[in-house]
């Protein structure tokens, strides 16, 4: 079975653009988190969508926005991109909600922004 | 507010020595669930296991093994006879809403190093 992918792969950006990241869940998972894990540190929570629906966002100021689709696959969208933004971006899938089932990461989305 | 921390950034150790990776947590609910995440060079976290407040029995897996303590609210792990496909950076996390809505906070990570 296909686990979590993500896409592109790696991005490099201009600071005040705007970026597209996606992510398939596996099979089956309803709710899509979304983490922004900076180097060095652990992964910050950003966004989680299950059934569709916002059920929780992290301290993010409103240029992050995300989606979830019907077939629960999601998007991250970041606009007014600045130089703190550079991170690794990591989507996991989970059957249930986020907080307490187990969750399968995809691969990231290493941003950078110049 | 929750809060994890580890307090070890980096560790180095020889192949076959045992290894402990500590974590502390803060939480004002009485429920909450704990997480130990691996992430390996190549950038995907992968799941260790998961605890619930209420079960405090200590768990093996193998060379794994969990010491989970309310008392200390620590959740320490430790690697057995390590090896050099251990080396990773591990992550604790803690989610305190059986809600679900809650989402995992992470601690900042130990950099562990196998030499062989």
């Known amino acids: 079975d296909a686990g979590v992918t993500q896409s592109p792969t790696h991005l490099i950006k201009t600071r005040g653009q705007h970026v597209t990241l996606r992510c398939s869940p596996i099979?089956?998972?309803?709710?899509v988190s979304w983490y922004q894990q900076v180097l060095g540190q652990g992964p910050q929570f950003i966004f989680q969508?299950?059934?569709?629906?916002?059920?929780g966002r992290g301290n993010f100021p409103d240029r992050f926005s995300a989606r979830q689709f019907p077939n629960y696959s999601s998007e991250l969208n970041v606009n007014a991109l600045l130089l703190g933004d550079s991170a690794l971006y990591l989507c996991?899938?989970?059957?249930?909600?986020?907080?307490?089932?187990?969750?399968?990461f995809g691969p990231g989305t290493r941003l950078t922004v110049l | 507010a929750q809060k994890v921390t580890q307090a070890q950034t980096e560790i180095s150790v020889v192949e076959k020595e045992d290894v402990t990776l500590d974590c502390v947590y803060e939480?004002?609910?009485?429920?909450?669930?704990l997480f130990w995440y691996k992430q390996p060079p190549s950038g995907e976290l992968v799941f260790l296991i998961r605890?619930?407040?209420?079960?405090?029995q200590n768990e093996i897996s193998g060379r794994y093994s969990w010491n989970f303590q309310k008392s200390t609210s620590s959740f320490n792990f430790t690697i057995t006879a390590s090896q050099v496909v251990d080396s990773a950076v591990y992550f604790c996390?803690?989610?305190?809403?059986?809600?679900?809505?809650?989402?995992?906070?992470f601690g900042k990570g130990t950099r562990l190093s196998v030499i062989a």
């Open positions: 969508y299950y059934e569709k629906e916002e059920r």
């Open positions: 605890r619930n407040s209420f079960d405090e």
């Open positions: 939480t004002r609910d009485t429920t909450y669930y």
């Open positions: 996390a803690l989610s305190e809403d059986y809600s679900g809505n809650t989402p995992l906070v």
């Open positions: 996991a899938s989970s059957v249930g909600l986020a907080g307490y089932n187990e969750q399968f």
């Open positions: 099979s089956g998972h309803k709710s």
